[in-house]
Nanobody
Framework: QVQLAESAGGFLQPGESLRISCTAS??????????AAWYRQSPGKERELVAA??????TYTESEKGRFTISRDPLNNKLSLQMDKLQPEDTALYYC??????????????WGQGIQVTVSS
């Protein structure tokens, strides 16, 4: 069994910063960096990709370039998203996705339950 523990979200004002993270624990052999990503979903909209690894090239959607930074801590099976200069349009439920290779060598996508980030003046 694998569990994902997420950090808290927050209610922020425009221009503020927030770092969110999720940490995997349990029957983990390794984390496949190629599948690590953050998504978000705003009310009435579909879930969209925010930022994704692999390690040789980090992918961001256009609006997040220069504002969001995805990173991972392989020793702690942790994925983070640093969000700077937050705007009201960044308000959403943020989901982390990790591709876990279990101790039985199955490769499984795990999703966090969602971190609420609200940006408003």
């Amino acid at each position: 069994q694998v569990q994902l523990a997420e950090s808290a979200g927050g209610f922020l004002q425009p221009g503020e910063s927030l770092r969110i993270s999720c940490t995997a624990s349990g029957s983990i052999f390794s984390i496949d960096v190629r599948g690590a990503a953050w998504y978000r979903q705003s009310p009435g909209k579909e879930r969209e990709l925010v930022a994704a690894l692999p390690s040789d090239r980090t992918t961001y959607t256009e609006s997040e370039k220069g504002r969001f930074t995805i990173s991972r801590d392989p020793l702690n099976n942790k994925l983070s998203l640093q969000m700077d200069k937050l705007q009201p349009e960044d308000t959403a439920l943020y989901y982390c996705k990790l591709v876990v290779v279990t101790t039985t060598f199955q490769k499984i996508d795990y999703w966090g339950q969602g971190i609420q980030v609200t940006v408003s003046s």
